[in-house]
């Protein structure tokens, strides 16, 4: 059975949609990923925590099992058998918990001491492996000749019977020949981490689907509005015309109100424009007017300069130079490219200081900088524009000034709403003042020295606002 033919109106409402359904679902999928990895990194994080606790933990306990026997041990000659059975009588006595007991073997392979495993005393265990093949007595032999160390393997539990993994320390007495540890298992930090990644892959999921409801929920409003329109434009008559555009107009503007924070004075206005034209393209085809293919020509041209605001906008979001080199080459690449697109004079200077900034602080005097310059550009009617990076004792402070006609009404702006949000999250001061000489405007964003970090060392080279 043949797909029935959708009308004109509702096959270009859904090739306008095409793109969004692909830009939601790579978001979805980069999301989960990113999610996930964060998570996982995180669980290894943790992980590599409780091990070295559990490590910590058995250094204490050998420690205080080699407390408990020293003495003798001193004072003892290599071949003294009656201390060493001494020795091994106060080890065979010293267990702990379910599982926790110390072991010896000399450095033949001969275990002397296994209080909870006692088939292995008096027996030669050269050679032993795990199930997964890994050595355990000629690796801690080995370890005990170097001093002391960790080891990991895979072991019976004295409590259940069951194999698992065990983590010990060993150290070695070398006057004697031997080689004492203790060992934990592992159990408790596999399970929580299995646990942890559970919930992380049950999070992910949650998140994938609350995006792809949100998703499903925008596209259903989207046709929905699409069908909505389609209608009652079939039913409006031409002297309507100017009270749906104006309509029309007044819905744009409320729903640029919800997404000014961001784009504001960008990208909107272009795919308003694009739609007016798509639109009039739409009636003038219903028509049979061959002016309809002008019209989807100007929407095109329309649509190339919407692409390039993305593209700058996509690249205001988070520049690379950010991160990968600090707050004082981002600011200079700012300036360089201000300067180029608007022929105004830029000058920008830094000083060096050795304290560096926080990511937090770095991102926020990076976007206030944005927003200042875009502010200069927009309403200023400047000539000559100077950026500056301080240190002094009370933190840093970004300062941009211009020559041009003064703050006027731009104290109310979204722009400078979103530069005093900004500096205010982090504790910080933002202040607008006119210029030295009457002229221009002067803005300065301090942030406080908890967001200066301190030197990696002594030794660390001096960074550039960084």
Not at 255 to 262: D, L, Q, T, W
Not at 345 to 355: A, G
């Amino acid at each position: 059975m043949p797909l029935p033919r959708l009308p004109y109106g509702q096959r270009l409402l859904l090739l306008a949609a095409l793109p969004l359904i692909v830009a939601v679902g790579a978001i979805a999928v980069l999301v989960t990923l990113q999610s996930e990895r964060a998570a996982q990194r995180e669980i290894a994080a943790l992980e590599a925590a409780m091990i070295e606790a559990k490590r910590r933990e058995l250094r204490n306990y050998l420690q205080l099992a080699r407390t408990s026997f020293i003495t003798i041990y001193g004072n003892a000659a290599p071949d003294d058998e009656a201390a060493k059975r001494q020795v091994t009588q106060i080890l065979s006595a010293m267990i702990y918990g379910s599982d926790g007991y110390f072991f010896v073997f000399d450095y033949d392979g001969t275990n002397l001491v296994a209080p909870r495993q006692t088939w292995l005393i008096e027996r030669d265990w050269s050679g032993l492996t795990d199930a997964e093949g890994t050595p355990i007595t000629d690796r801690l032999i080995e370890i005990a000749r170097q001093g002391s160390g960790y080891h990991s393997y895979v072991w019976r539990k004295p409590s259940t019977g069951t194999e698992s993994t065990i983590l010990t320390y060993v150290i070695g007495l070398q006057d004697w020949q031997w080689a004492i540890g203790t060992g934990v298992f592992l159990d408790d930090v596999l399970a929580q981490a299995a646990s942890t990644r559970a919930e992380v892959r049950a999070q992910v999921r949650e998140q994938f689907l609350w995006i792809g409801g949100i998703a499903l929920a925008a596209l259903l409003t989207v046709f929905a509005s699409g069908f909505l329109i389609t209608v009652r434009e079939r039913r409006l008559a031409d002297v309507k015309l100017k009270e749906l555009t104006q309509r029309v107009l007044d819905t744009q503007e409320e729903e640029r109100g919800r997404v000014a924070r961001e784009l504001h004075d960008g990208i909107s206005q272009v795919l308003a424009g694009i739609r007016f034209r798509l639109e009039l393209a739409r009636r003038l085809t219903a028509k049979g007017d061959p002016k309809a293919g002008g019209a989807v020509d100007a929407a095109i041209d329309g649509l190339h300069s919407a692409i390039g605001e993305v593209r700058r906008i996509s690249h205001d979001l988070r520049p690379g130079v950010l991160d990968d080199l600090g707050l004082g080459p981002a600011l200079k690449t700012l300036c360089e490219t201000f300067e180029a697109r608007t022929g105004l004079d830029v000058t920008f200077r830094t000083v060096v200081f050795r304290n560096r900034l926080d990511i937090e602080a770095k991102t926020a005097l990076f976007r206030i900088a944005q927003e200042a310059l875009t502010n200069i550009e927009r309403h200023a009617e400047a000539s000559r524009v100077s950026v500056r990076v301080l240190s002094h004792r009370r933190g840093a402070t970004l300062r941009i000034e211009d020559d041009g006609r003064g703050l006027g009404r731009r104290r109310q702006g979204l722009g400078l709403r979103n530069m005093a949000e900004r500096i205010e999250q982090l504790d910080g001061t933002l202040t607008l003042s006119d210029g030295p000489d009457g002229r221009g405007t002067v803005v300065e964003a301090t942030v406080p020295l908890t967001h200066l970090l301190a030197p990696a060392s002594d030794d660390a080279p001096v960074q550039a606002a960084e």
